[in-house]
């Protein structure tokens, strides 16, 4: 069994900063990539940051401010977000793509984190 444990989000001022963690938790798994969602109120879930071993990649609205990265011993991957705009309020998810082996088979496949609530207000 694999799970994804979130950590982290809050309330905070503009201009302020967070750290997100996102740990998988399980065996018998590998990660291809691993990525933060982020979904505010009347809106669709958009792609925030992706890591993997071709790099890392972000969105326009948050180049220069967030900095994701991973911590491949622990399987734990982080958002930290500086330079917070109220815009960026949402809840935030982590997603992991992996590969899981079992005894008879390997396959791909995608886990979502419970999500956390990260509100930037003054």
């Known amino acids: 069994q694999v799970r994804l444990v979130e950590s982290g989000g809050g309330l905070v001022q503009p201009g302020g900063s967070l750290r997100l963690s996102c740990a998988v938790a399980g065996s018998a798994f590998s990660i291809n990539a691993m990525s933060w969602y982020r979904q505010a109120p009347g809106k669709q879930r958009e792609l925030v940051a992706t890591i993997s071993n071709g790099g890392r990649n972000y969105v326009d609205s948050v180049k220069g401010r967030f900095d994701i990265s991973r911590d491949s011993p622990e399987n734990t991957m982080y958002l930290h977000m500086n330079r917070l705009k109220p815009e960026d309020t949402a809840v935030y998810y982590c997603?992991?793509?992996?590969?899981?082996?079992?005894?008879?088979?390997?396959?791909?496949?995608?886990?979502w984190g419970q999500g956390t609530q990260v509100t930037v207000s003054s």
């Open positions: 997603n992991a793509d992996l590969t899981r082996t079992t005894e008879r088979t390997r396959y791909r496949t995608n886990y």
